[in-house]
């Protein structure tokens, strides 16, 4: 045992130490990608392509991006779910809708990175508009249910409104300006890295059922699903005590963000479109009538925002378990390929009325 847990501890040091060479320290809204970059990324074991374009985008290709189009552009915004973890951009949501609408002349660039939430949406949207000057006509924020607990937990906006940490582990996605040795990597972990310890023996099990190759659990199993639900930060729309332990508070400091952003948006004359999707928890708990929902329908409602609510489209009258394991990589709450594609024709679908 003692074997598979330094095997699991180093696996997450392998990670770590991969998607640290590409994800930068932002004075400005906390952390970026780093601009034309190729490399490999990792996610679990599983290692895939990641170039980045000359805004620090994740693209199809390193390339250079004008600031301003003669096409109409659309920038999406969003965390880890519209980076598109562990999958190439190609077959990510945000590729596929890239795609889907070149042939209406229509140019989609993806600004999204893990651990975003609307603190950075909002200063991220600011420094693109006002500092770099990049022309685009709608923005498009892709909402997840963890930015809940980002914006009550790890973010702040400064004085001169930029994003600071309030907590350790959004500063453990930054690349280091020396390289750690081992010795220091490993104290880290033990005196100033506690989500690791906390996430470590979930990680053992991970490991242990991963695939070498492929760097996926082999079959979407009971096992599988347990490690996918029951996650805290997605349990606060079904669960009262979560709610109220950073639920409430983290939707009112969302919602002042998103206010902030929609002012900015209407002063430089840009659109907005919001975006709510569930996690394998809210599948499985058959979690239609969202907090999340409900919340973000009735602001857009208020604010005259397009809104588009994917919670129907994964929340189906099928077995839950064969729709997370039909969409979710095994073991995550991220989606596969297979998921990426169905999300993608849902939001176009739904997108596509109120153009």
């Not at 309030?166 to 020396?178: A, F, G, M, T, Y």
Request: charged content about 30%; hydrophobic content about 40%; aromatic content about 12%.
């Amino acid at each position: 045992m003692l074997a598979q847990v330094a095997k699991a501890f180093w696996s997450l040091w392998d990670v770590r130490n991969v998607e640290r060479a590409y994800r930068v320290r932002s004075a400005i809204y906390h952390h970026d990608l780093a601009r034309n970059h190729e490399t490999l990324g990792m996610w679990g074991l599983k290692r895939y392509p990641i170039k980045t374009n000359s805004f620090g985008f994740k693209d199809r290709e390193i390339r250079e991006i004008p600031l301003q189009s003669e096409r109409r552009r659309i920038l999406l915004i969003g965390d880890s779910f519209t980076e598109g973890i562990g999958v190439r951009f190609e077959e990510t949501y945000a590729g596929l809708i890239a795609e889907a609408l070149k042939p209406r002349n229509v140019e989609v660039l993806n600004a999204a990175v893990s651990s975003y939430s609307p603190a950075i949406y909002y200063r991220k949207t600011k420094y693109l508009l006002e500092d770099i000057g990049l022309g685009f006509d709608e923005l498009v924020v892709f909402l997840d249910l963890s930015d809940i607990h980002d914006e009550a937990t790890f973010y702040e906006l400064d004085q001169d409104e930029n994003v600071i940490a309030v907590s350790d582990w959004p500063e453990q996605l930054i690349s280091r300006n020396q390289p750690a040795s081992d010795r220091e990597r490993f104290m880290s972990v033990l005196q100033n890295n506690s989500v690791v310890l906390r996430f470590l023996s979930a990680l053992v099990e991970r490991t242990l059922a991963q695939d070498q190759e492929y760097g996926a659990c082999r079959k979407m199993d009971k096992a599988a699903l347990a490690a996918m639900t029951n996650l805290e930060r997605s349990l606060w729309t079904i669960n009262d005590t979560v709610f109220e332990k950073y639920g409430k508070a983290g939707l009112e400091k969302a919602r002042g963000n998103m206010d902030r952003l929609l002012t900015l948006l209407q002063r430089h004359r840009k659109k907005l479109t919001l975006v709510v999707y569930p996690w394998p928890d809210q599948i499985m708990n058959h979690d239609l009538r969202s907090k999340q929902v409900k919340f973000w329908k009735r602001w857009t409602e208020e604010k005259e925002v397009p809104f588009i609510n994917l919670f129907p489209a994964f929340i189906i009258e099928e077995n839950p378990e064969t729709t997370i394991g039909r969409y979710f990589i095994p073991c995550d709450m991220h989606l596969n390929e297979a998921g990426h594609e169905f999300f993608a024709e849902a939001f176009l679908r739904e997108w596509k009325q109120f153009q």
